[in-house]
Nanobody, 115 residues
């Protein structure tokens, strides 16, 4: 089992920044990727950004150029730096980690972008 704990969400004004963190613990050997998803009310969950174990990253078109995913392998932590936030970025952000054949989810952290 892998446990994930997210932090860093909150309320921010449009144009502002937030950094989300997700620390993994437990049976973390063999992780192949770490990712951030988001889910807004009434919308499907969507992949925001992903980073593989060799550091390859990919982003949703809606966040390219504004969000950056990174990881600290020594701390088993993945980050999501979010800049130039927009009201449409408002959602619950969920951490996801993957092993061959399985994946684990955090409980999520709320991000609200509003003036």
């Amino acid at each position: 089992q892998v446990q994930l704990v997210e932090s860093g969400g909150g309320l921010v004004q449009p144009g502002g920044s937030l950094r989300l963190s997700c620390e993994a613990s437990g049976s973390i050997f063999g992780l192949i990727a770490m990712a951030w998803y988001r889910q807004a009310p009434g919308k499907q969950r969507e992949l925001v950004a992903i980073i593989t174990k060799i550091g390859v990253t990919n982003y949703a078109d809606s966040v390219k150029g504004r969000f950056t995913i990174s990881r600290d392998s020594a701390k088993n932590t993945v980050y999501l730096q979010m800049n130039s936030l927009k009201p449409d970025d408002t959602a619950v952000y969920l951490c996801n980690v993957r092993k061959p054949g399985t994946e684990y989810w955090g409980r999520g952290t709320q991000v609200t972008v509003s003036s």
